[in-house]
């Protein structure tokens, strides 16, 4: 029913900064609680962050906490991430996925929390 696109991956150096997109087909994000999830080689899809349905309310790993900021425009009905100060840890498939439920106050930050995921965008970051 619902497709997610992913953007604004690459390859880029250390402590340098992306910005990823992610929009929707088929469906709209307005609502739902939206996440990035990440998998770097060899190991299991994580929590990056997340951002309520409203945008009131953010979550990040501890890895992400800091360094990176997830925000939503209602308008153009899109998410995004932004990473600075990229590390080479960051390197990973970057997952967008939109929540099961709507209007939560607190997003989830487990995978079962999600329903729709998009293919995934590299980040790739050189030391």
């Known amino acids: 029913q619902v497709q997610l696109v992913e953007s604004g991956g690459g390859l880029v150096q250390a402590e340098a900064s992306l910005r990823l997109s992610c929009a929707a087909s088929g469906g709209s994000f307005i609502g739902y609680a939206m996440a990035w999830f990440r998998q770097g080689p060899g190991k299991e899809r994580e929590f990056v962050a997340a951002v309520s349905g409203s945008g009131t309310r953010t979550l990040f790993a501890e890895s992400a906490k800091g360094r990176f900021t997830i925000s939503r425009d209602h308008d153009k009905d899109m998410v995004f991430l932004q990473m600075n100060s990229l590390k080479p840890e960051d390197t990973a498939v970057y997952y967008c996925?939109?929540?099961?439920?709507?209007?939560?106050?607190?997003?989830?930050?487990?995978?079962?929390?999600?329903?729709?995921w998009g293919q995934g965008t590299q980040v790739t970051v050189s030391s």
């Open positions: 996925a939109r929540s099961q439920r709507r209007w939560t106050v607190v997003p989830s930050t487990d995978l079962g929390g999600y329903d729709y």
